[in-house]
């Protein structure tokens, strides 16, 4: 066959093992086809293990317990028993490594998430004790008056008398 | 000897039935699901809401932002509380600011343009909220549409995201039927949901299920028959959120109303 006809092919096939070559240095090489098949489970596997790699930063009360057993046992009895400790004292991360200080959060907005009165009778908001936000002492923190790990107003009076 | 009527017959009603597609025929059932359990692997990740429970206080949303590391000011969010509001007129209000990342602190509805929407409660038929997250989908279409591999569902059935091989072209966001993908405003790549993949697989719970003060969510595996969220799946009424979508949602609601979208 005539050269002129060949050139041009070994041209398209050089371009084609180019590509390839190229391919082959960009996909990383555990991308392929994993349990869930190739509709769902065309991926790199070493995501997963990325994803499972993610710093935790909510470690729950059970930390918390460890350290701060009289606090912990106190609030148990108390009504904000259900709350977690991290909700309003922040992610604990390493504590007391990392951070030393938890940032907590003594904020009105905090407290008026669930005791803002919003009078829905269907559903368990309607039955918490709640305050209009914008009438019930609007300049003040609740934390001025109502202590949030004892919260009836029963022990708020034995606090302030003692 | 075969004749051309008969032919044209059975070609019209195999090519009928060659044309349905076996999804069509099967219909989930966690059922199944648990009795494939002894065939490889021994989890599939299932979550469980109890509209009635919860109060819209919030500090789920709080929580999976810090979480996951979604930016706390940039009005996106990986899950969000909806409130619903049924009056005696038979309108339904819905509204969830910020994604209910402060709670739900006023009465009043906010309803974008039209401003914010006051309701007196004698007019109030029905209220609630609807937590909503990712629903892992048995079938997600969201990785169906993905053109480069970058989300996949792994073996115990969460969809996750490649955030170093997705390019943004935005698909998986059109094609979810629940909206729980957006873009991540620092990484720029597809985001959603993963059930806190890094916490659940170390046998911790998802953050908003910490979060939760009244027990509202819960995560489990619904291939553990004695797993006490699996329990209430196989048992009780729950029901799944559009489920006409035919994408098989992990996600499943108690006291779910009709009203919810």
Known sequence: MKNHVLRPLYVALALVGFILFVRKLLVPVDFGIYERGYMYGWHRKSNEAEWKGVRIKYKTDKGCRDCHRDKYEEISKSGHSIISCENCHGPRYEHPKDPPGLTVDRSRGLCVRCHAHIPYMTGGRGDIPGIDPEKHYPQAECVMCHLSHNPKPMNQKREARS | ?261
């Open chain 2, 1 to 261: 000897m075969i004749n051309r009527r008969q032919f044209c017959k059975r070609a019209i009603i195999a090519v009928g039935g060659l044309m349905l597609p076996l999804a069509a025929l099967e219909i989930f059932d966690p059922r199944t699901l648990q009795a494939e359990k002894e065939t490889g692997n021994k989890t599939r990740w299932g979550f469980l809401v109890d509209t009635r429970k919860c109060v819209g206080c919030g500090f789920c949303v709080k929580a999976c932002k810090i979480e996951n590391e979604v930016p706390y000011d940039a009005n996106v969010t990986r899950t969000w509380v909806e409130r619903y509001v049924v009056t005696r007129d038979g309108k339904t209000y819905i509204d969830s600011p910020k994604g209910a990342r402060d709670g739900f602190t006023s009465p009043k509805i906010d309803q974008n343009h039209h401003g914010m929407h006051e309701i007196p409660p004698q007019e109030v038929t029905k209220a609630f909220f609807v937590p909503k997250l990712c629903n892992q989908c048995e079938n997600p279409p969201c990785v169906q549409v993905c053109p480069v591999g970058a989300t996949y569902q792994t073996e115990d059935g969460v969809v996750l995201i490649d955030r170093t091989w997705c390019i943004g072209c935005g698909y998986c966001i059109m094609g979810c039927p629940y909206s729980v993908r957006f873009f991540h405003p620092v990484h720029h790549v597809a985001e959603k949901c993963n059930f806190c993949y890094h916490r659940i697989s170390q046998g911790m719970k998802t953050a908003c299920v910490d979060a939760c003060p009244f027990g509202a969510r819960s995560v489990g595996n619904l291939k553990d028959p004695d797993d006490p969220v699996t329990r209430i799946i196989m048992t009780e009424r729950v029901s799944v959120l559009k489920e006409e979508y035919g994408t098989k949602p992990q996600v499943f609601y108690l006291g779910l109303s009709k009203e919810v979208k």
